[in-house]
């Protein structure tokens, strides 16, 4: 599992990336000032830092105890992102809304885009993640059988 500085490392390297990229898009896609794309985009970063850091934390530790490793597929990668988003989705809706002065419907609009760019970057970043920095208990050999695996087939 990973430790609490490499989840740090992990969120905070998310989002600067994330921001780098999102706001000079919004700005050019929403045609929305880029102060007040700036602002948006750094609150909700920094809401979202939060959100990683725990979403991470509790989503390995689940996949800890009932797979015994916190290895992921594919499939499992593109939950693990949706998840992700669509609880970050219902958080930050009043606050766009609110900061850019308008509906809900074109806050929620605006939202799902930047929930759809945010699914397909996690998936990249965190593929990326786990190959730049393996964790230890990924090295072993592939063919040796997942303890959580072989332990559920005594």
Do not use: C
């Amino acid at each position: 599992m990973r430790s609490p500085r490499d989840r740090v490392r992990h969120a905070i390297s998310f989002e600067l990336i994330g921001l780098a990229l999102v706001i000079p898009l919004g700005v050019l896609a929403f045609h929305t000032p880029a102060s007040l794309m700036g602002i948006v985009g750094i609150v909700s970063a920094t809401i979202a830092t939060g959100w990683n850091y725990l979403y991470n934390l509790l989503f390995d530790r689940v996949m800890q105890w009932k797979t015994g490793t916190t290895r992921k597929s594919a499939g499992l990668r593109v939950v693990h992102a949706m998840l992700f988003e669509v609880g970050l989705l219902v958080g930050l809706l009043p606050f766009i809304a609110w900061q850019l002065g308008i509906g809900l419907l074109e806050a929620l609009a605006m939202d799902i885009s930047f929930a759809l760019f945010y699914v397909a970057y996690a998936f990249v970043f965190n593929l990326a993640y786990d190959r730049l920095f393996p964790l230890p208990e990924w090295q072993r050999n592939e063919t040796e059988p997942d303890r959580g695996v072989q332990a559920s087939m005594e």
